[in-house]
Nanobody
Framework: QVQLVESGGGLVQAGGSLRLSCAASGSIFSINTMLWYRQAPGKQREWVATITSGGTTTYADSVKGRFTISRDNAKNTVYLQVNSLKPEDTAVYYC??????????WGKGTLVTVSS
């Protein structure tokens, strides 16, 4: 079992920045890949970014160049630096851990609200 707790969300003006954190606990040795997703009001959850155990990162086109995913293995924490925020970035941001066998673990999310 893996437990994930997100933090760092809040209300920010357009153009602003936040750093979202995802702290992992439990069977963290089993985690391969960490991901961030988001879900805007009335919309489906969408993938935002991925970081592998080797540090390879990928991003959705909508956030490329503005968001940066990173991980601190010593702290068992994954971060999502979100810059140049737009109102359309308003969403609940979820952290996700992928483990061997195809299982995924999810946090409860942190809300990011971007005002225009």
């Amino acid at each position: 079992q893996v437990q994930l707790v997100e933090s760092g969300g809040g209300l920010v003006q357009a153009g602003g920045s936040l750093r979202l954190s995802c702290a992992a606990s439990g069977s963290i040795f089993s985690i391969n890949t960490m991901l961030w997703y988001r879900q805007a009001p009335g919309k489906q959850r969408e993938w935002v970014a991925t970081i592998t155990s080797g540090g390879t990162t990928t991003y959705a086109d909508s956030v490329k160049g503005r968001f940066t995913i990173s991980r601190d293995n010593a702290k068992n924490t994954v971060y999502l630096q979100v810059n140049s925020l737009k109102p359309e970035d308003t969403a609940v941001y979820y952290c996700c851990a992928a483990v061997p066998g195809g299982s995924y673990y999810w946090g409860k999310g942190t809300l990011v609200t971007v005002s225009s």
